[in-house]
Nanobody, 121 residues
Framework: QVQLVESGGGLVQAGGSLRLSCAAS????????MGWFRQAPGKEREFVGA????????NYVDSVKGRFTISRDNAKNTVYLQMNSVKLEDTAVYYC??????????????WGRGTQVTVSS
């Protein structure tokens, strides 16, 4: 059974930084692409970015390019979301997700339960 557990959320001031982690179990982590999504109050869940199984490829939604970085440590079965220069509009619940293959396909096999990120002015 796949389990994804996010951590690292909290309150951060605009312009600050935060690093989210997602610990995975119940899967061959090194052979699965991973993604991050977020859902702000009253809005639909949106794709933030993803990373291939090897970590060699990443892609991001335009609104976070240059500010957010996704990385992974396959030895620790963990994927990270480094958030820099955060903005008020980054406030959301952030979810970790796993795809079915080596590259991000857009289809999610499993979701984490999410971690809240709140950006204050």
């Amino acid at each position: 059974q796949v389990q994804l557990v996010e951590s690292g959320g909290g309150l951060v001031q605009a312009g600050g930084s935060l690093r989210l982690s997602c610990a995975a179990s119940g899967l061959t982590f090194s052979r699965r692409a991973m993604g991050w999504f977020r859902q702000a109050p009253g809005k639909e869940r949106e794709f933030v970015g993803a990373i291939s199984s090897s970590g060699g490829r990443t892609n991001y939604v335009d609104s976070v390019k240059g500010r957010f970085t996704i990385s992974r440590d396959n030895a620790k079965n963990t994927v990270y979301l480094q958030m820099n220069s955060v903005k008020l509009e980054d406030t959301a619940v952030y979810y970790c997700a796993v795809s079915g293959g080596l590259l991000w396909s857009g289809e999610v096999d499993s979701w984490g339960r999410g971690t809240q990120v709140t950006v204050s002015s």
